[in-house]
């Protein structure tokens, strides 16, 4: 069978793709696919079941899905905008809604002409019929408009809306290409800190062009030439050219051959060699101007232009002291992240020129502040002096825009940090750290979607990192997309089963609906690898306080907040408060809806973070590991009259009351759900939601009997009977689950 469609032609016996008449090259599992979309032309194809059909099932990295659709676009002259014969779904698949004619089989391909006038006959018979009909194919082609779907770089990233277009040859305008640098490899006379040197220059004058796609060095460096082939290089790394070189050196001269690889041909599309006079005090300035010499030609090649960019000449010693700093940034130890602020201080100290390094040193501090409690007043004064000098050194450039843009974040300044970071990705628009930097503050001001994008963006600069999976399932998590959230945690621990933070975050998922013991598996798995993290104290917390068992829990915590938490269910406010008070701010959501009934200071300090005006000015939907807070916001300011009630009433109705009772789903919504019935005096509809949540065997005993927002439920006389049923639910559990 042979399918015909616009000039293409598609043997399905051969498995052979035409265009205009003419046999293409295209690699097998790309050719592969594209038959799968055709011959279901009109179906959504799954992402499952293109795993299925091609890969037989076994797991694959979903970039590697991601990066064969491209290839199929590419070879069809279509792209992830315009989308004209292959559409995406997001979370879900594609769809082909190209006008396909199938034919009977032929010794040889059906021409393009032929194809074209049979399309052509097809429509104006059916416009005879149905006026409409023809136009079929264009409606149904529309895609649903959905948020962008979970993402993986590693993993499970659908990259469409950052798709690079078609690679043809390079051009004289300007495309959107994406280059990856590898470490450039060194001769057996010379140091491979060369070959680094000259591939991380490049990464950094190359990344500042604004139609280029700059891979960081954090995925690139992770190969060479040798690990994988051409084609295996650029599915992982989502790269159209793949840009590497050889460096070597005799006695009187260093040599560097540089090689740019077309990803899609597979063949060398440039090349060229740079010579450099070999004494020891020529090498920083051979490292630097072979990089800006590279940098040029191949920026030049690729149909664009860059202007000279300052190189600074580090000291070797210092820039392995930069490095190493740079590798402890992903730590999530104290003790790493305190050496990570001391070595780019170091830095700073030796080659007070290198501005990276003030970036870097607030970005450590920045860090430290969560993981190991850093004091902010010492913090703001450091970055704060740094700041000043990065001014004096280069005010325009990104690297003190985010320098500006931490001093911000530190400051708990919103507002002025995004405007700093936005500054820096308009001047260098790879910058992967500044859409990093962003997505977190939008994270905590809870600007979800814009959050979820700019992490994308980070993935597909750092394709390999799957830390920022996991901060895309924790947005996830946020906006309520629980099973998309677990989906991306659990495939993480499947490439990395002691990932500890994938451990602490599946461990929450899990809990949210209800999976008390696959979250108790990962709590102790987690708490093997490093049992004072705060996280997953909090995670132990949730689930043992949820089942009511407040004694079992309290040798299982260290955390000032959390302890005051534990005191304040058992009643002792007073110890609850004193604790609180020895704890950072940052940490005061989690527990405090336990302390407010009893202590009008904590009430007052907790207003002071401004979650009140956060929460008001949310888009909708209210993320689902704040609704508890905006409950208990409605209960304090209904009980002293305050003027924002009525709006915080209407703000949660938008969401409560148009959300059928049998949909929910998850345990924090259960709960904030029927508080907010029970505090607005609705006691019918708050049981209707215990009674479901009893139903789904949802348990939230220490909440149900000591938070505020049940407290007027707690006298009804319905109240005592869900308790009890909720409570067997609980002994139940237990019984079938002893480790516990």
């Known amino acids: 069978m042979k399918y015909a469609f616009e000039n293409f032609v598609f043997d399905v016996e051969r498995s052979e793709l035409f265009i205009d008449a003419e046999l293409a090259h295209v690699e097998p599992q790309v ?30 990295m979903p970039s590697v899905i991601d990066n064969r659709i491209r290839a199929a676009r590419n070879i069809l002259n279509d792209d992830g905008k315009s989308q004209r014969l292959i559409k995406t779904f997001p979370n879900i698949g594609y769809k082909f809604v190209g006008e396909v004619v199938e034919h009977a089989p032929t010794e040889g391909p059906v021409s393009a002409i032929e194809a074209s006038s049979e399309i052509s006959n097809q429509n104006n018979s059916e416009s005879l019929n149905t006026g409409w009909s023809r136009f079929r194919p264009v409606f149904f082609a529309v895609p649903i408009l959905a948020a962008a779907s979970a993402v993986g770089g590693y993993m499970f990233l659908d990259k469409e809306t950052i798709e690079p277009k078609k690679v043809a040859k390079p051009a004289q305008k300007k495309s959107n290409y994406t280059v990856a640098i590898l470490p450039f490899t060194t001769g057996v006379n010379l140091d491979e800190k060369v070959g680094n040197a ?28 040798t690990t994988l082939s051409t084609q295996g290089l650029a599915t992982a790394l989502g790269a159209d050219f793949i840009l590497d070189g050889i460096v070597t050196s005799d006695a009187d001269s260093f040599n560097v051959e540089a090689h740019l690889v077309s990803s899609h041909e597979d063949k060398v599309v440039w090349s060229e060699t740079f010579h ?18 590279v940098t040029i030609a191949v920026a030049n090649f690729l149909g664009n232009s860059i202007s000279s960019e300052a190189e600074f000449l580090v000291n070797k010693d210092v820039f392995q002291k930069y490095q190493t700093g740079l590798d402890l940034l992903n730590s999530e130890k104290s003790e790493d992240l305190k050496n990570a602020v001391a070595l780019f201080d170091e830095v700073i100290q030796r080659e007070p020129n290198f501005t990276p390094a003030y970036m870097y040193y607030s970005e450590a501090v920045d860090r430290a502040i969560k993981v190991s409690g850093w004091n902010r007043t010492d913090a703001i004064r450091d970055v704060g002096k740094y700041v000043e000098k990065v001014l004096t050194l280069s005010p325009d450039s990104p690297e003190a825009y985010l320098t500006q843009g931490n001093l911000a974040k530190i400051q708990i300044d919103s507002d002025k940090a995004v405007k700093f970071y936005n500054k820096a ?9 500044g859409y990093f930097k962003k997505a977190q503050v939008l994270f905590t001001t809870y600007d979800l979607n814009e959050a979820l994008y700019c ?15 996991l901060h895309i399932a924790q947005v996830q998590f946020s906006l309520g997309n629980i099973e998309e959230a677990l989906r991306l945690t659990k495939r993480n621990l499947l490439w990395s089963p002691d990932n500890f933070r994938a451990l602490t975050n599946a461990a929450r998922y899990e809990l949210s609906i209800g999976h008390y013991d696959k979250a108790f598996q990962y709590i102790n798995k987690a708490r093997k690898l490093n049992k004072d993290d705060f996280d997953l104290q909090f995670n132990t917390y949730l689930l043992y306080s949820n089942l009511g068992l407040l004694d079992e829990v309290q040798g299982l915590v260290d955390s000032p907040g959390l302890k005051a938490t534990v005191a304040a269910l058992k009643g002792d406010s007073k110890t609850a408060y004193e604790l609180m008070k020895t704890d950072r701010l940052s940490w005061m959501s989690p527990y405090v809806q336990y302390l407010l009934n009893d202590s009008r200071p904590a009430y007052e300090m907790f207003v002071r973070m401004g979650l009140n005006k956060s929460i008001l000015a949310l888009k909708r939907p209210i993320p689902i590991d704040q609704t508890l807070d905006v409950v208990l916001m409605l209960d304090l300011f209904s009980s002293q009259k305050e003027a924002a009630t009525e709006a915080i009433i209407a703000r949660l109705g938008q969401d409560f009351n148009t959300k059928p009772i049998a949909d929910i789903k998850i345990l924090e919504q259960f709960s904030a759900i029927s508080g907010y019935y029970s505090i607005i005096g609705n006691y019918d509809k708050a049981f209707e939601v215990l009674d479901e949540a009893n139903r789904q065997k949802m348990i939230f005993l220490s909440r149900l009997k000591s938070s505020p927002i049940f407290k007027s439920l707690r006298l009804h006389p319905g109240f005592e009977s869900r308790l009890k049923t909720m409570t067997e639910n609980r002994d139940q559990f237990l019984s079938s689950f002893r480790q516990l």
């Not at 959504?44 to 037989?56: K, L, S």
């Open 198 to 225: 000259i591939s991380h220059k490049a990464i950094s004058a190359l990344s500042r062009i604004k139609t280029l796609g700059v891979v960081s060095a954090q995925s690139s460096f992770q190969f060479d030439k």
């Open 455 to 469: 992490f994308k963006k980070v993935l597909s600069l750092n394709p390999l990192s799957s830390d920022i999976v």
């Open 276 to 293: 450099q006079g070999a004494p020891e005090k020529s090498r920083l300035i051979f490292e630097s101007e072979t990089a800006k010499k």
């Open 31 to 60: 050719c592969r696919l594209i038959e799968l979309l055709i011959t279901n032309s009109g179906n959504v194809v799954t992402r499952d079941e293109i795993q299925r059909e091609i890969w037989d099932d076994r797991i694959v």
């Open 425 to 433: 990705l308009k001047k260098n628009p790879n910058f992967a750290l």
